[in-house]
C-alpha cells in the first residue's frame, strides 16, 4: 500500500541512467553574482569526513551523484544530510541535499528537453498552457530557501510517531531561480477571482488501479504565499536536477518542504483546498494516534528553528580545550534575530554570533559560539528568535504525523569530551 505521510516505503525506483558524478556551478554564474555570491561561498567549505563513513545502505541509481558518506540512506525515496555534513558555507550542495519522494519520481527524461515541460495554468484570467520556455520569457529572480521536510526532527519526538525517523537532515539552505508566481498571473490577465489557495500538481505517473486522489502529489497553500513563490527551473546555479523536481518546481518559501512541488505540471488558483489526501487528510497537526482531518491546520509554515552542527561526535573524538560551536537558525518566515548557545543542556546560555550572509528571511544564518569545553559528557543546545521576538520553543508538541518539530530541547547534542 501507499502511504502519504513521509512514512517510509520501499517504493520500486525506476532505473536511471548513471549521471555525471559531480556537475560543477556552471550555468548560474549570474544567480550567485545577483546575491553577491561567488563561488567560493558558494560551495561548502571542506567539512571533516565522519570516522565511521561507510553508509548503512548504499544510494539508489537515481542519485548516485550523491555524496554517499555524507548521506543516511532510510528508504530509497528517504534520503537524509549527516549532521555534520552542512559544514560551515551556508548553501548546502546539490550533492549533499536530502531526498524525499511520496511517490516514484517520473522518468529521467523529461530533463532531456527542460524548455520543452508545459505546465497549466487554472484560475486565471486567460487559463492555459505554458512551458518553461514560455516561463523564462517573464522574467527571473532568484531566492535562497531553507527547504526542510514536514517531517524533520521527527526521530526526536518522545511518543515515536511512526514514519521515517529523521533527526536534523532533511533540510538543507538552497538557492532557487526562476520566475516570480506573481508575473506568470499577471501575463494571463490577473486571478479569476474567488481564489484563496494556491494548488500545485506535481507530475508524477500514478500507480494505476488506485484512487487517483489518494495517492496523488497536490497541495494547496494559502493564497498570500503567492507574493514569494518562484517556479524555478535552476538551483544552487545549475539547471534544477531532476531528483529535486527538475524540470520545473515550485518554490513557497517559508512553507515547509510538502509544499514545494517538484516537476510540477499544474498550478491552479482555488477557492477550495485540493481533495487529495495528501491536503485533505495527510500533513494535517492532529494529536497523536488520531487521522488528520480538514479540522486539523495544515502543515504549512515553519517555525523558528536552529540546531548545532558541530563539534559532532560522528567526526571522531573530541578533546579538550577550544572548540567553535556552530550551527544553522532560521526565522521560518520572518527574519532571524539572535541565537543563544547553551553547553549544559540549557540551564545557562550565551548569545552566539551570526556569521556568513544573509540571504533574506528564507534562508538560514550560520551561527557560531567559541566555548572552552572540560573533559566530560555536555549537551549543546541552542533556541533561536526572530525579528518579532518568537523564541524558538523548547518543546514543540506532539502530533500524530511526528511534524514541525523545532523544539529545542530535543534538538540538543550529547557529546562526550575525552
Ligand atoms: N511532485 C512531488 N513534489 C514533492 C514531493 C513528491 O513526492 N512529489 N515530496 C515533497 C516532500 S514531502 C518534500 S520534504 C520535498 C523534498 O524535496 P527534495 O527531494 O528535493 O529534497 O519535496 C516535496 N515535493
Ligand atoms: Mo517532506
Redesign the pocket.
Known amino acids: 500500500m501507499l502511504r502519504l505521510h513521509?512514512k517510509p516505503q520501499e517504493t520500486t525506483m525506476t532505473p536511471f541512467p548513471h549521471t555525471s558524478r559531480r556537475r560543477l556551478l556552471s550555468g548560474g554564474a549570474t544567480a550567485l553574482a545577483a546575491l553577491g555570491l561567488g563561488r567560493a561561498q558558494a560551495q561548502t567549505a571542506s567539512a571533516p569526513t565522519p570516522a565511521a563513513a561507510a553508509p548503512a545502505r548504499s544510494l539508489p541509481p537515481y542519485v548516485d551523484w550523491k555524496d554517499a558518506e555524507q548521506m543516511i540512506v532510510h528508504t530509497g525515496t528517504t534520503i537524509e544530510t549527516r549532521r555534520s555534513a552542512f559544514g560551515t558555507s551556508i548553501i548546502t550542495p546539490a550533492e549533499r541535499?536530502?531526498?524525499?519522494?511520496?511517490?516514484p519520481a517520473p522518468e529521467v527524461g523529461i530533463v532531456a528537453d527542460p524548455d520543452a515541460w508545459a505546465m497549466a495554468v487554472e484560475g486565471v484570467q486567460q487559463p492555459r498552457y505554458l512551458t518553461v520556455r514560455e516561463l523564462k520569457a517573464l522574467g527571473i529572480e532568484t531566492v535562497a530557501t531553507v527547504?526542510q521536510?514536514?517531517g524533520n526532527g521527527r526521530g526526536y519526538f518522545a511518543g515515536k510517531p511512526s514514519g521515517t525517523k529523521w533527526t536534523v537532515g532533511?533540510a538543507g539552505c538552497v538557492l532557487w531561480s526562476g520566475v516570480p508566481v506573481r508575473n506568470v498571473v499577471a501575463a494571463l490577465g490577473g486571478l479569476a477571482g474567488g481564489a484563496r489557495f494556491m494548488t500545485g500538481t506535481?507530475?508524477?505517473k500514478l500507480p494505476e488501479g488506485l484512487d487517483p486522489r489518494s495517492v496523488m502529489?497536490e497541495r494547496s497553500v494559502p493564497l498570500k504565499a503567492m507574493q514569494d513563490a518562484l517556479l524555478a527551473w535552476e538551483m544552487n546555479g545549475e539547471p534544477l536536477h531532476h531528483?529535486?523536481?527538475g524540470p520545473l518546481r515550485l518554490v513557497v518559501p517559508g512553507y515547509s518542504?510538502?509544499n514545494?512541488?517538484?516537476?510540477i505540471k499544474r498550478l491552479a488558483f482555488t477557492a477550495a483546498e485540493s481533495d487529495a489526501a495528501i491536503q485533505k487528510t495527510g500533513y494535517r497537526m492532529s494529536p497523536p494516534g488520531t487521522k488528520g482531518d480538514p479540522s486539523h491546520p495544515s502543515v504549512w509554515e515553519m517555525d523558528v528553528k536552529s540546531w548545532i552542527n558541530g563539534p559532532a561526535p560522528e567526526t571522531g573524538p573530541l578533546r579538550a580545550g577550544w572548540v567553535q560551536v556552530h550551527g544553522v537558525a532560521m526565522g521560518g518566515t520572518r527574519p532571524l534575530r539572535r541565537v543563544d548557545v547553551s553547553i549544559d543542556g540549557g540551564q545557562t546560555w550565551r548569545e552566539a554570533r551570526l556569521v556568513g550572509p544573509d540571504l533574506g528571511r528564507f534562508a538560514w544564518r550560520q551561527f557560531v559560539l567559541p566555548v572552552q569545553l572540560p573533559p566530560g559528557q555536555h549537551v549543546l543546545a541552542s533556541r533561536a528568535q526572530d525579528t518579532q521576538f518568537n523564541w524558538q520553543v523548547e518543546t514543540s508538541p506532539e502530533n500524530a504525523g511526528g511534524y514541525l518539530n523545532s523544539g529545542w530541547r530535543s534538538h540538543a547534542l550529547p557529546i562526550t569530551v575525552a
Open positions: 513521509d541535499l536530502y531526498i524525499r519522494n511520496n511517490l527547504l521536510c514536514s532533511a506535481g507530475g508524477e502529489v531528483a529535486h523536481g518542504g510538502v514545494n512541488i517538484k516537476y
